[in-house]
């Protein structure tokens, strides 16, 4: 056997594992829940609650269903929560982050196709016509050593969109808690400014009956008819404020046409009997958030990236394949061969490459200790805001609103002896009546707290 057989048999033996690396690279595929499992799992642990990725009508038709059914009673906030997760496009949105991440990841897993080449060239000559003709299929080889890492790559991105789009249901569902608090709290408002516009009212008629007969001066009237004009514009503001909230909550839920005619409670939740003691809050939130985590991984990705760089500096094109020559006349006969493509580093070295990969993952390391340092921030102010806002909304609940019903209690039992007149007994309800709208508001702020600091655990608020 001849060195030149020796070499097309190796040539041919390349070839042919090329082809079989080429085929088997060619088998990537999709996975069959796009990675959404692992989002759906989110939801349940930390949310109790269920999402569906809409792609078909089928699913749009079990969403419509299951939303009509939980608006169709006055809604609590866990339902709120299940029908933004459900119903939100937005949050649909995210979901196809999750099919273009792992395109990539399935694209990172398959080499490029094979290039053919031909060239084919003739003139007149003595026996006939000559030609040269070469032909030839090439396979970029250097793929094959660079489709490991970059799949590893890949899959890290992947896993980090993964976390990015559970983060984003997260964020959803705490702002559609907030909303729902809000809108809750903003409907109480109205009915107490209703009351408070209704005691001016009485009180304004009053003064000026008694004034018209001479029993009350002008500046006693002026003031009841200033007080009833402060509570009817009071009353138009939180009016305002409360379509404001119920829209905001109607955007967060997806809702439009019939279903935005939902019904909310008369009013907030109780405060519970105490706040939850966390203990640990900062531990907690640095083995739990998920922006903490996207980023760990994104740096992970970087610098595989930089060792993926730093190996394809020098040569980042290498093709390889059969080819094939005809010379002469056309019944000549093929020469045969292969073909290989290389880049030469005559004038780039891949030093720019590798110091941008560098850099890259030099910020990603520095934002990642930054995020690290925020979220510790994060978490121990929305704590101590949480403990802050339960300590008000109790002592609005134990001391200010009892004070203020037993006074007026008390001047209800004067009013009745006679001991003091109408207007004071008026002013007094003008007064009990704004303590409780403060002590709604008080309840709110707690609800809404609580909601920050369940996300500053799981995530950026």
């Known amino acids: 056997m001849n ?17 079989v690396i080429f085929l088997l690279a060619g088998c990537a595929s999709f996975s069959q829940d796009g990675g959404f499992g692992n989002v759906a799992n ?32 006055p809604l609590s906030v866990d339902d709120a929560v299940q029908v933004a997760l459900l119903n939100n496009r937005g949050l649909q949105a995210a979901f196809a982050e999750l099919a273009i991440s792992e395109s990539d990841l399935v694209q990172a897993g398959r080499l490029p196709n094979p290039s053919f080449s031909m060239l084919r060239a003739s003139k007149p000559g003595l026996d006939g016509r000559d030609y040269k003709i070469e032909q030839a299929i090439t396979l970029n080889l250097f793929s094959l050593v660079t ?75 002026a003031r009841e008819q200033d007080f009833y004009a402060d509570a009817a514009l009071g009353l138009a503001r939180a ?37 939850n003691e966390l203990p640990n809050v900062e531990k907690m939130a640095m083995a739990q958030r998920l922006d903490v985590q996207a980023a760990r991984l994104q740096t992970e990705a970087l610098a595989k990236n930089l060792g993926l760089t730093k ?43 590798v110091a941008k990969a560098e850099a890259l993952y030099m910020q990603s390391v520095n934002v990642v200790a930054q995020m690290a340092i925020n979220a510790r921030s994060e978490v121990r102010e929305a704590y101590q805001g949480y403990h802050s806002s339960y300590d008000i909304a109790r002592h609005y609940r134990n001391e200010i609103v009892p004070i203020k ?41 707690f609800w809404i707290a609580q909601a920050d600091l369940e996300m500053a655990l799981i995530g950026k608020i």
């Open 42 to 73: 989110t939801a349940h642990k930390r949310l109790g609650k269920d999402v569906t990725w809409v792609k078909s009508e089928a699913d749009q038709e079990t969403i419509t269903k299951r939303v009509t059914e939980l608006l169709g009673n």
């Open 311 to 353: 190996a394809t500096r020098f040569i980042n094109v290498l093709e390889f394949g059969p080819a094939r020559v005809l010379e002469g006349t056309a019944d000549s006969g093929y020469k045969k061969g292969y073909e290989v493509s290389l880049q030469l580093p005559l004038f780039d070295w891949g030093t720019a490459k």
């Open 239 to 275: 009016e305002k404020i409360a379509v404001a909230s119920r829209e905001r909550l109607t955007r967060l839920l997806g809702l439009w046409g019939q279903q935005t005619q939902f019904t909310l409670p008369e009013r907030l939740p109780d405060l519970p009997q105490a706040p």
């Open 147 to 221: 489709m490991p890492k970059a799949s590893a790559i890949e899959r890290r991105r992947f896993e980090q969109t993964q976390r990015m789009v559970s983060l984003e249901m997260l964020r959803l569902a705490s702002e559609a808690r907030k909303a729902y608090y809000t809108a809750v709290a903003a409907d109480q408002s109205v009915h107490y400014a209703k009351q408070v516009r209704q005691a001016a009212e009485a009180s304004a008629e009053l003064a000026r009956r008694m004034t018209k007969v001479g029993n009350f001066n002008k500046l006693h009237q």
């Open 3 to 19: 060195s030149m057989d020796t070499t097309q048999r190796r040539v041919t033996g390349v070839a042919v594992s090329g082809l």
């Open 405 to 445: 019903k037993r006074i007026s209690e008390e001047n209800q039992l004067r009013y009745n002896g006679m001991l003091i007149g109408v207007f004071e007994l008026l002013a007094d309800a003008r007064i009990q009546i704004t303590s409780v709208n403060s002590a709604i508001e008080a309840l709110r702020d």
